[in-house]
């Protein structure tokens, strides 16, 4: 064959595959869209994201997301609240006078409800998400005066179940705690408070 007609019946073909991928990719993107349930197309956007916390026990922690980030929901026990009260010197920003919330989270639990906590799992060192370790002492692998909070694995910083920081570890700041009401008892909206949406 000529090559010259060969290379021309090549790029015809290149050009009907690219065409033919792009016409299949689009297509396919919209039965996916269209696939999403109306909280997860809220969540692409960025929308305020409605958590039912109906189910949350007192000690447990529930995982959601909001703009891509992953939001924690703690339901804090009546001790885990009173141990609080006494790490102060512990900490490097016990007021959260540097750290990032809304008014109504500058206290010492970080909250609107005390026992509620809400806040965002990325470390304010580097942004790894810490971990959870609300084991108590020599059970949690931390020390033995470790009274429960948070790890983060990648540099070593700690947090107290407020998301404070403590004291000489990498993160300079407390966990963020995100704008967010309660709807209900159980059904709180991060991305929205009475100031409006973030
Ligand atoms: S990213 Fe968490 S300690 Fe460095």
Redesign the pocket.
Known sequence: MDDRVDTKRRRFLTKVTVAAWAVGGTVAAFPFIRSMTPSERARAAGAPVAIDISRLEPGQMIKEEWRGKPVWIVRRTTEMLDKLMTLDDLLADPGSERSDQPAYAQNPHRSRMPEVLVMIGV?T????S?VQNFAIGPASGLGDDWPGGFF?P????KFDLSGRVYKN???PTNLVVPPYKFLNDTLILVGEDDGGTA
């Open positions: 470390c060192h580097l942004g790894c810490p983060c990648c540099h070593g910083s570890v990498p993160a």
